[in-house]
């Protein structure tokens, strides 16, 4: 499955707006209709979103997408929070990053460091990486297909002995009163395991996950002095 350019922006606009329009979507990307409902149809058959009459509208969660489709989400938010994140990056650190679209975006900015050493559960990042000629390690674990991570006993028990200078971490919300979480329990337990070992651990949270709860609890972010939210959060 490939998208093209303008598929990619109608997917922006379907996420920035809830629904989107044929008729605007056509002038806005300057296309015809006619095309704008052919790329809505393959969206839809892709599973991305539901036609509706005249437009579409969201299908579920995204945060159901494999991860190399969530890259085209809330883009400019998640460079701005990889740019914003590079103040924490220093030469010669061990790094864990957790699987995650909006982490990813942080990786061009490690061949500007030195003597760095990067751990991750996530083939999707480690395949960013081996173009940078990093040093790196691939945990061990279960293969989980949408997020192209390891997870499971055999990653958590290589983390657990592992404690890296710094963790860059997302994770799927974010409560008002600083309590992370995620739907998934085995992403959870990383990023827990993560929290705890690390000595600075950043989590880069997008406002597609502001004041959203899940079933997981990762973290209550007023209860670690290691912890830092991007963008900044009013904690209690």
């Known amino acids: 499955m490939t998208l093209n350019n303008r598929q990619k922006q109608i997917l922006n606009?379907?996420?920035?707006?809830?629904?989107?329009?044929?008729?605007?979507?056509?002038?806005?990307l300057f296309a015809s209709e006619m095309t704008?409902?052919?790329?809505?149809?393959?969206?839809?058959?892709?599973?991305f979103l539901i036609r509706c009459h005249g437009g579409a509208v969201p299908i579920g969660n995204h945060?159901?997408?494999?991860?190399?489709?969530?890259?085209?989400?809330?883009?400019?938010?998640?460079?701005?929070?990889?740019?914003?994140?590079?103040?924490y990056l220093k030469d010669g650190q061990v790094i864990f990053f957790n699987s995650s679209s909006t982490t990813s975006y942080l990786i061009p900015y490690l061949k500007e460091y030195k003597d760095l050493h990067i751990i991750t559960n996530s083939v999707h990042l480690l395949s960013l990486l081996g173009t940078l000629h990093i040093s790196c390690t691939l945990t061990?674990?279960?293969?989980?297909?949408?997020?192209?991570?390891l997870c499971g006993g055999g990653a958590e028990a290589y983390l657990s002995d592992i404690n890296p200078d710094l963790a860059i971490l997302s994770c799927e919300g974010i409560?008002?009163?600083?309590?992370?979480?995620?739907s998934h329990e085995e992403m959870a337990r990383i990023a827990?395991?993560?929290?705890?070992?690390?000595?600075?651990?950043?989590?880069?949270?997008?406002?597609?996950?502001?004041?959203?709860?899940?079933?997981?609890?990762?973290?209550?972010?007023?209860?670690?002095?290691?912890?830092?939210?991007?963008?900044?959060?009013?904690?209690?």
Not at 13 to 28: D, I, M, P
Not at 36 to 47: M, Q, T
Not at 67 to 86: S, V
Not at 140 to 149: K, S
Request: glycine fraction near 4%.
């Open 63 to 87: 945060l159901l997408y494999p991860i190399k489709y969530r890259m085209w989400i809330n883009t400019k938010e998640k460079k701005d929070l990889a740019l914003a994140a590079k103040k």
């Open 175 to 182: 409560t008002e009163d600083g309590e992370i979480t995620d």
């Open 13 to 28: 606009e379907l996420e920035a707006s809830r629904q989107v329009r044929v008729t605007k979507l056509a002038k806005k």
């Open 192 to 236: 827990r395991i993560a929290c705890k070992n690390a000595k600075q651990v950043v989590f880069l949270m997008d406002t597609s996950k502001q004041e959203s709860k899940y079933t997981y609890t990762v973290c209550r972010v007023a209860e670690h002095d290691n912890i830092i939210v991007l963008p900044p959060h009013n904690q209690p």
């Open 36 to 47: 704008i409902r052919r790329d809505l149809e393959y969206l839809e058959k892709e599973g």
């Open 140 to 149: 061990g674990g279960d293969y989980h297909e949408v997020e192209q991570c």
